[in-house]
């Protein structure tokens, strides 16, 4: 064999390209969990994976064209034409209509989305957020799209068990004289407050102990817009303006 | 018009109908789709190996675009590496939801091509495109055809792994080895 690339590492140890790999979407499972959590905490090596994206990015431009039906353009004309549905918790369990109702598809659209969504400069990752240097068996985190429907882009919320540390993108959705607060509500039905969000850029909460176990794939995140400083009465009074569904990573 | 300039030309048309659709522009959007349903659906279409489910996909991803389009920034990434990114995505999202895998090649897409065409429709600039096919050439075979098999059909280490019939580990080896090497060309 001409070529030492092939034979085994030296050192048995292989070189770590977890950013290529995750651009290149290689990875599953614990593998792939890992690899999202270091995109959070480590903010080189969210930029190498933009840069591996950019890279590949290239081969786009070789990959043959296919025209869709004519019929598509309409569907999707019709879909961004339809008023959002109320975002209550209750309508979030929406089916979707192309997408086999399976578990793992809603919990692989969100890691999709969160992949999509932590490119986006508003995500700063904060420096703050603790993590275990060598966790034996990572607990997986969770992420929801917190959908504000006509308000603007969803809010990413990524809920990280190791540290329960819940991070949120940013939300314009309160005025000045209101508090947006944000709501678990779990199996028991009911809401349960997690604390305010911030009124500019992103949000890091760690989530209060009683609070944790609500924290489940399923399980709806809500925002409702409160007076200054939160509901006081521990339940919403303001409307809730957006919500969405944790799921695993 | 040379082909680098109509390319340039393209790409800038492409940005400014992205942009102007993140201002929730519905004749923008419309153009954005023109430009570029065909290129996604291309996407979509290998990577599920599925018509029907490619085209469900698809009408997902320009949901996605419409709402997230505010987000694009040019400084960041081509419009269509961040657009067919997304369609990538969500394709194998769809494709690992699956149970089954698929064995067989998807017979419905066309081949991908050794090397990139020349910049008749190019979206991205050439030089780019040259560097990365350059180092991609200079790779060993077999790393160089699972790079580019992760890359074009969405699968995973274990797929790749199933499919060459080594194991996992010596796959990860390989690849691990091979992006290393790329990444050295590509910063030289």
């Known amino acids: 064999m001409s070529d030492d690339t092939l034979l085994p590492p030296a050192d048995g140890r292989d070189p770590d390209m977890m950013a290529a790999e995750l651009a290149l979407g290689l990875l599953d499972g614990d593998e792939r969990g890992a690899a999202l959590r270091r995109v959070l905490v480590e903010p080189a090596f969210a930029q190498e994976v933009e840069l591996w994206r950019n890279r590949f990015g290239q081969w786009f431009d070789i990959w043959p064209d296919v025209a869709p039906p004519g019929t598509l353009w309409a569907r999707v004309e019709r879909s961004i034409a339809m008023p959002a549905a109320m975002p209550l918790p209750e309508t979030v369990r929406r089916p979707s209509r192309w997408w086999p109702v399976a578990t793992g598809v809603a919990s692989a659209a969100a890691a999709a989305l969160l992949a999509v969504v932590v490119l986006r400069p508003d995500a700063p990752v904060p420096a703050s957020v603790v993590v275990p240097t060598q966790p034996a068996a990572p607990a997986r985190m969770l992420v929801a799209a917190i959908d504000p429907g006509e308000r603007g882009a969803p809010i990413s919320a990524i809920y990280d068990p190791a540290t329960a540390g819940l991070r949120l993108s940013a939300a314009a959705l309160a005025s000045a004289d209101q508090s947006a607060e944000l709501w678990i509500i779990g199996a028991d039905g009911k809401p349960h407050s997690l604390g305010l969000l911030r009124a500019n850029g992103a949000s890091t909460l760690t989530v209060a102990a009683a609070n944790r176990a609500r924290i489940a794939a399923g399980a709806t995140l809500a925002v409702s817009l409160e007076a200054p400083g939160g509901s006081p009465t521990g339940l919403p009074l303001g409307p809730v303006v957006a919500s969405g569904k944790l799921s695993l990573v | ?188």
């Not at chain 2, 340039?8 to 102007?20: D, K």
């Not at chain 2, 066309?110 to 910049?119: E, F, K, S, T």
Request: net charge neutral; hydrophobic share 45%.
């Open chain 2, 1 to 188: 018009m040379s082909d680098s300039s109509s390319a340039i030309a393209a790409r800038a048309r492409l940005v400014e109908a992205l942009i102007r659709t993140g201002d929730e522009d519905r004749v923008a959007f419309r153009e954005l789709y023109q430009l570029t349903s065909a290129k996604l659906f291309g996407i979509t279409l290998r990577i599920c190996g599925d018509r029907q489910a490619a085209e469900d996909v698809l009408h997902d991803v320009y949901l996605t675009i419409w709402k997230r389009a505010g987000a694009y920034e040019p400084s960041r990434a081509s419009p269509i590496t961040w657009l067919a990114t997304i369609a990538r995505n969500r394709a194998i999202d769809w494709r690992r939801a699956q149970a089954t895998r698929r064995a067989s090649p998807i017979e419905d897409a066309p081949a991908i091509a050794d090397h990139a065409p020349l910049a008749s429709e190019a979206l991205v600039a050439d030089e780019e495109v040259q560097l990365l096919q350059g180092c991609i050439d200079a790779l060993e075979q077999r790393q160089r055809g699972a790079i580019r098999t992760a890359f074009f059909d969405g699968v995973t280490y274990a797929e790749l792994a199933e499919q060459q019939n080594v194991p996992l580990g010596t796959m990860k080896s390989w690849v691990r080895r091979g992006l290393q090497k790329l990444k050295e060309c590509l910063e030289r």
